[in-house]
Nanobody, 130 residues
């Protein structure tokens, strides 16, 4: 059974950096696309970044394109989201998700099927505030 466990969230000042992790168990990482999603209070969940660990192809939400980096460590079955130049609007609960059907593109990560991923973690809180 595939399980996803996020970690590394916390409080960071504007302009700061944070790396969050998604540990994947029960499956081989390379068989799934992994996505990072976030939900701010009162807002819909949005796709932030996705990666296909088998070829390292990625997708990013436009507002994080030059600040965030998603990467995968197949040996550790873990996907990371490195977040730099953080802004208060980056605040939210960050979830990782996995699906073997999807690829790292706008359609699957930020588009109409972003809520239809098969597996979700419990989320980790990221707060950007001074």
């Amino acid at each position: 059974q595939l399980q996803l466990v996020e970690s590394g969230g916390g409080l960071v000042q504007p302009g700061g950096s944070l790396r969050i992790s998604c540990a994947v168990s029960g499956v081989t990482l390379e068989d799934y696309t992994i996505g990072w999603f976030r939900q701010a209070p009162g807002k819909e969940r949005e796709g932030v970044a996705c990666i296909n660990p088998s070829d390292s192809s990625t997708y990013y939400l436009a507002s994080v394109q030059d600040r965030f980096a998603i990467s995968g460590d197949n040996a550790k079955n873990t996907v990371y989201l490195e977040m730099n130049s953080l802004k208060p609007e980056d605040t939210g609960v960050y979830y990782c998700a996995a699906d073997a059907r999807y690829g790292p593109s706008y359609y699957y990560c930020s588009g109409p099927v972003r809520e239809e991923w098969d597996y979700w973690g419990q989320g980790t809180q990221v707060t950007v505030s001074s």
